[in-house]
């Protein structure tokens, strides 16, 4: 980590910037795919699996037998860690679901909105060194909670033309209606456009690598909703004395273990504190078995040294982390002052490591300063909200002035004219 | 309106296709607008202003003087008017806000979720024929409720350099924070990437022509937010022998006045329905003044015959339609049977107009079948929600052999030893 000290705020922009990734040299490939599948459906989504992913998948769909066998491969430990996330995951979002409440703005003009969940929605979790089950849970729980009616999942087959056990088993504690053992951008086309096999779905979640990153963006173009965009998971902690440098180090690599494009950021207040965690985490490295990735995300990892925690709070809203934690003295009344972040961790027993799998929140949050506009996954992201009104003619009566003068004033009279034709009568 | 009868399922997908907008043409010129802006700010801002909209503008803010004189040009009649709708919509808007609570997913495990206003959102208002007042309290109202700081409106100058005072009116009453007389893609470009003069925000808002809603899209691929995707406004109308023909053919063309290239769907259950409404709407059509636009919509339009109210739902359902109205016996019943819609209309009593005006809900709302994935704006589309945990020791140990067996199962050593550090103190 490289160490900055107490930089003036006109260079925090520049600080604080993520490194950019320029996707234009995938489009094209990227678009390839998308229009061969359009085209093909699933010769080509099978084509593409034999290509990428080096194995040659007959049947897409994941089999009743690979699902009930699923479970049996699991170690009972493994079973009950799953279960108890579930259950904290969907108690948090159950309360996310909104009761409509009918408001009457005028006496006779009754207005709602309700929350209907999106009737089909795609799931993709990437395959790769780990398999992402609990991403199946993050998505899968709220989406059920919301109603969907189809919630399709794909991802990649491995090199036996599977889906890892973990997987299938939290797609079917979460009730996901249909597994396909298909990953890239060929998953993300079949979704979008469908096959003969794979159904065409109204929004897209989760996590890929560029490839998918890119082809996700693309199809937004063309209409269909996505969860949010893209960027390399990130990690901020603020760290005063009363922190405990062992346990800052362990989240600062329990970040940068997931992608040499991961991106640490500490906040602190003194060069003691960050020398502290920096021999900490030489420490920790060691016995770490993705210790290389660690050790490249650290190198583009930066420490900032400010002067007090006003200054700390402003720099850590301008960088609007996706995890931010806050080790400090009063933790909670600093935790009131952010106003751009995707999950706050506060206090030192709260890791970023529980939000990934347990505490209840949703691991699916907004990287790369989208903060600052997006909200992470939750039951909000798989619905839409419909709204209503239900005018008596005595309720029209109320309004009818109001409509014609301003549609006049916009030089609309058809709009006008469909209040006047009704209180003509 | 071209009239069909009892289409197939199997063809209802291709019947209810809306036209598509080829914007690849405008890419290249939308691009140099945007590179230019970024680049050269207010003095490319100008040059544009000069170039599109034929005018010289010295000062692109607002002045205090214009701001003090708008509410004098405008008449009590239509300053009433507007107050009025402004109360209606802020009534409803603000049952949107949701309070934070707390939830205890394990004992010393506390989690929540906090809604926060964007701090900086832009809201665009086109010019053109119409000045488009009603679209600055349908996103200043809830911009405001939901606690933003910096709302900005960019509006495109009229030929004396000014913007009309219903609009700078409106935008007072709502509490716009600055006011630009800047529009088109140079307006997208200031508020995407800030200029000397006008700033920076992180979404932004409004209808446009199609260079504009194409600048959206293309900043939205850098990670600025917006609304949603636009596409023609469009209403469905589900008509049965309950309705009233003067009623249905004045909301069709109140829909169909707004451009050449609106959308225009009667859903109805006898030929002689739809040709009662034909001839309603040959009447009407020779009083309005926007009748070329209207008759240009109209024969692109579509009245679709089916059998009975269940085929009817199930092909609104399909069609997602902006805007629906359900002239029907029993209308409420079949309003809960809709699930893909920006707004419903219930009854004889309630047209569109009134929902564009002054009902209280939002005019601002998913076209193009986008409804089948988003939302119409409301206070939601204004914030961003933060998720908190709160662990204490305690609950930390409850929790810790849960995370620490996921995270070992997919691989990640660190984010196991995170927890373990602590639950090891």
Redesign the interface.
């Known amino acids: 980590m490289k160490t900055y000290f107490f930089p003036d705020r006109k260079d925090w922009k520049a600080l604080l910037q993520r490194p950019t990734f320029d996707a234009s040299s995938l489009i094209q490939k990227v678009q390839t795919v998308l229009a061969d599948v359009k085209q093909n459906g699933d010769a080509a989504v099978k084509k593409y699996t034999q290509d990428f992913d080096g194995v040659n998948i007959n049947a897409l769909e994941v089999s009743e037998q690979e699902i009930n066998e699923a479970a049996t491969l699991l170690s009972n ?2 079973k ?3 279960q ?2 579930a ?2 995951i969907k ?2 979002h159950s ?2 679901i ?1 009761t409509p ?1 009918t ?1 009457e ?2 006496p006779g ?1 009754q ?1 709602w ?1 309700k929350s ?1 969940g ?2 089909k929605v795609g799931i993709y979790i990437p395959g790769g ?6 991403t199946v849970l993050m998505l899968g729980i709220p989406a059920g909670i919301a109603g969907c009616k189809e919630i399709i999942l794909c991802s990649p087959p491995n090199k036996e033309g599977k889906l890892h056990p ?1 997987i299938i088993y939290a797609a079917q504690l979460v009730g996901i209606t249909k597994l396909y053992k298909v990953g890239g951008v060929q998953a993300i086309a079949a979704l979008a456009y469908g096959t003969e096999t794979i159904p065409q779905v ?2 897209i979640f989760g996590p890929g690598n560029q490839y998918v990153t890119c082809a996700k ?1 693309l199809i ?2 063309e ?3 996505i969860d949010m ?1 893209a960027g390399p998971s990130e990690v901020c902690v603020m760290a005063d004395e009363s922190c ?1 440098a ?2 800052v180090a ?2 600062l ?2 970040q ?3 992608g040499a494009d991961s991106q640490v950021l500490l906040v602190a207040f003194s060069e003691e504190m960050v020398n502290k965690v920096n021999d900490e985490i030489e420490k ?1 490295l060691k ?4 210790k290389e990735i ?1 050790v490249k995300a650290l190198a583009n990892s930066k420490a900032i040294i400010v002067n007090n925690i006003e200054e700390a709070i402003d720099l850590v809203n301008e960088y609007a982390a996706e995890h931010l934690i806050i080790s400090c003295n009063n ?2 009344t600093v ?1 009131e002052k ?25 691991h699916t949050l ?1 990287t ?9 996954v ?1 039951v ?1 992201s798989f ?11 005595q ?2 009566q109320h ?1 009818a ?3 014609e ?3 006049a ?11 006047r ?2 209180s003509e ?1």
């Open positions: 430990e493994l009950q860690a799953i108890t996330a259950v904290n108690l948090f309360k996310q909104a409440e408001i703005t005028m003009i207005c909105r209907i999106i009737e060194s780990a398999p992402l089950f609990s973990a109204y929004k963006t937004q173009q209409g269909i909703a965009p405990n062992a346990f362990a989240d690599l329990s940068a273990e997931h920790q016995e770490l078995s993705r660690a933790a909670e935790a952010i106003i751009n972040a995707g999950s706050v961790f506060i206090g030192n027993y709260s890791p970023e490591s529980v939000g990934d799998y347990a505490s209840g929140t949703n907004p790369n300063g989208f903060a600052k506009a997006y909200s992470g939750s909000d619905v839409k909200k419909i709204t209503y009104q239900k005018l008596t003619q309720g029209l309004i002035q109001t409509v003068v301003m549609a004033a916009e030089g609309l009279d058809a709009h006008q004219k469909a209040v034709v009704r009568k």
